[in-house]
């Protein structure tokens, strides 16, 4: 069946893709295109033309299938230069989502349709490339400069309603787009209109200073990535050149990005979310979850909550007492009614989420809810306690599961009639809106729970890697290695805002002393005293964190002092009496300070992670290095256009790894640095994670 193929209706011709599932724009239907329009264009009958789409939207982006592989002809360029030249005028009829190279299409046309659902955007920057096919230098002339750089920079998306306001789209239907695309060419037809070529449309300037000023801005907010000022030095040689030696050069910077080590790294990011969300072997879910049970309103409760709320999923929740049930709930309220008055969700939203939500003192009322999770206190009597409750109140086939950052989930799922309904959901927190969800699978966890937990991640927005049981599972366990080794540092030699300015400048959001600051320093204490006698000697030994939180109640943001200072706006300064402390520390147990570069701070965070990843594969506590990397770069800011810490390792080559790993084994002790068998064997054959 051909993808691409044409239908007539009196003078009007429509030329319809049907590329399921997205209208990708295939090398097929790039040829196909080509044919329909040369022969629309020489059929007499025809007088002007209708561009659609099968299914569900309307062209969606490139073909992932080609990424990454030689280009064959005819470009997407060329396509559009073709259908713009089209001397009978051409509407596009959008519905669905017109993303990438689908809006450059659609620009292309002489006049745009959609449907009032549809929904339009540039997002290439966000894979590290550009539009290509000529989407800047066109956009910038329907919307002006500043509204097609905001497409093209933030790879947001816009509804139809929006787009027609700001030039984009000449019409919005609530109807069937293809129909109201027909009837706007007969109309187009009996007003004697002609083709509205996008390319000849006057570009007017942005005020002096705008390129400076959106470069400044972009370095904040998209900070270390290229792709998005290259999208700016587009628009304005869109200005400085003539349309066809634009779209020239923003050809020759797409392929420039095409080969850069940041699209590759996105690539990566993009294709490896996809594969950790799906886990091989696990069957079809037999029922979706209908009715949700949280136990413990705290800030992770209600997170958890509002997650199942958004989806449109009723919520039961358990709090101890009438103080603490009245104030979670209060918090829910106060969070949607912030979410009205910001524009995010409307009036009707909230109160139907509102409605949703039913809070309770008892564990009876869980009886009707297919799944219940604690998020309660990381203490294993407390949490076993709150399980045998749970499945005294539930019916047999109810999944319970338990938020938990640390402890061991079969530990938790012994005591249980059924510890195959007992499952793991480590949400981040806030975890409203964090992407990130570790699904733990437990020993005796079902096949159908964990099919059930997985499908349930997608349902809310979620990118949900399914992981094994240990301690601090995939991301945390990584993260405590960092965390101990930016410890070691300051007892060697470093100061908090020195690990920091590395790790900030690697591209992470923020350091780890920052990182601790934010959570609460009491948080990283009581997590450290529960794992105290599982630590090595020297880490039982450092009293920096016991100093801070135990005798100076130094708790950091929230006390307005932690291992940095804090005014009334959160403002952080260094604070000389944490410098002197730490140098104090460092005296007491008998350490000589050095100065410490950078290199060797960022070699001993970063590699200190690799190696414990490495090690995770070979527990198969994560069976696949893209659930490392979609962890990291979804939960714990490791920046996208780095692509993940495995990706990452084999970018530099592990033998280089390796060999700086045995050099730190020397430094700072081989109980800390012994490389993971897994990492030895590939270095050793020239080989990575991603290339065994």
């Known amino acids: 069946m051909p993808v691409v193929s044409t239908s007539q209706s009196g003078a009007v011709r429509t030329v319809l893709i049907d590329n399921p599932p997205v209208n990708a724009t295939s090398v097929d239907v790039r040829r196909g295109l080509c044919e329909a329009f040369e022969a629309a264009e020489a059929d007499p009958r025809t007088r002007a033309i209708v561009l659609a789409c099968a299914g569900s939207t309307f062209v969606a982006g490139a073909d992932i299938r080609e990424f990454g592989k030689p280009p064959q002809d005819p470009h997407l360029s060329e396509v559009i230069a073709r259908i713009e030249a089209c001397a009978k005028p051409v509407v596009a009829a959008l519905h669905g989502t017109a993303l990438g190279g689908g809006l450059e299409l659609a620009l292309g046309c002489h006049y745009r349709v959609a449907n009032a659902r549809a929904r339009m955007g540039l997002p290439e920057s966000t894979l590290g490339v550009i539009p290509g096919a000529g989407g800047i230098p066109r956009l910038a002339r329907l919307t002006g400069v500043a509204k097609a750089l905001e497409l093209a920079t933030t790879g947001k998306p816009v509804a139809a309603p929006a787009a027609r306001d700001m030039g984009l789209v000449d019409v919005v239907t609530d109807g069937d787009a293809q129909q109201a695309a027909q009837r706007y060419a007969d109309d187009l037809l009996q007003r004697g209109a002609g083709p509205r070529r996008t390319r000849d449309l006057p570009l007017a300037p942005p005020p002096a200073g705008y390129f400076d000023d959106i470069r400044a801005k972009l370095a904040v907010s998209h900070r270390g990535q290229e792709a998005p000022l290259v999208c700016v030095d587009i628009a304005e040689q869109s200005l400085a050149r003539g349309f066809d030696a634009s779209v020239a050069y923003g050809r020759e910077r797409f392929r420039e990005r095409v080969a850069s080590a940041q699209a590759g790294a996105l690539r990566h990011a993009f294709f490896a979310e996809r594969t950790a969300s799906k886990p091989a072997g696990l069957p079809e879910p037999d029922a ?393 064997a590939l270095a050793a054959k020239g080989a990575g994670f991603y290339s065994a």
Not at 297 to 323: D, H, R
Not at 415 to 433: L, T
């Open 288 to 680: 979706a979850i209908q009715r949700a049970g949280v136990i413990g309103g705290g800030t992770m409760g209600t997170g958890i909550a509002m997650c199942f709320l958004n989806a449109g999923i009723p919520v039961t929740l358990v709090e101890q007492n009438p103080q603490a049930l009245a104030a979670c709930l209060g918090n829910i309220g106060k969070t949607y009614e912030s979410d009205v008055a910001k524009g995010r969700i409307d009036a009707a939203t909230r109160q139907r989420r509102l409605d949703d939500l039913h809070g309770t003192m008892t564990f009876a009322d869980l009886r009707d809810c297919d799944l219940v999770i604690e998020a309660v206190f990381e203490d294993l009597a407390v949490k076993q306690q709150v399980f045998a409750n749970i499945e005294a109140n539930v019916a047999p086939g109810t999944l319970i599961a338990s938020n938990t950052s640390y402890l061991n989930l079969d530990t938790l799922a012994a005591p249980m009639r059924h510890p195959e309904n007992v499952v793991g959901m480590h949400f981040f927190s806030p975890a409203h809106i964090m992407k990130l969800l570790e699904n733990v699978r437990g020993a005796r966890s079902s096949p159908q729970a964990l099919a059930r937990i997985q499908a349930l991640g997608k349902r809310l927005g979620k990118v949900a890697v399914l992981v094994g049981v240990s301690e601090g599972f995939v991301g945390n366990r990584m993260l405590s290695r960092r965390a101990r080794e930016c410890y070691f540092l300051l007892e060697e030699g470093a100061l908090p805002q020195q690990i920091d300015r590395v790790l900030y400048d690697f591209g992470f959001p923020m350091g780890q002393f920052q990182l601790n600051d934010l959570a609460g320093l009491d948080v990283a204490w009581r997590a450290r005293q529960g794992r105290l006698d599982r630590l090595s000697e020297r880490e039982q030994a450092s009293g920096i964190l016991d100093e801070l939180v135990v005798n100076r109640k130094r708790l950091g943001q929230k006390s307005g002092a932690g291992f940095y200072r804090y005014d009334a706006q959160r403002k952080r300064t260094v604070d000389p009496e944490v410098s002197a402390l730490i140098e104090q520390e460092a005296a007491r147990r008998g350490f000589a300070r050095r100065a410490i570069g950078d290199d060797e701070i960022l070699e001993r965070c970063l590699y200190v992670m690799i190696n414990e990843g490495a090690r995770i594969l070979e527990e198969g506590v994560a069976r696949r290095p893209e659930e490392i990397d979609a962890i990291w770069t979804n939960g714990y800011g490791f920046p996208r256009y780095r692509g993940g810490p495995m990706y990452y390792a084999d970018q530099i080559g592990l033998p280089r790894i390796l060999a700086r790993i045995q050099a730190y084994a020397e430094q700072v002790g081989a109980q800390y640095w012994t490389p993971a068998p897994l990492l030895v």
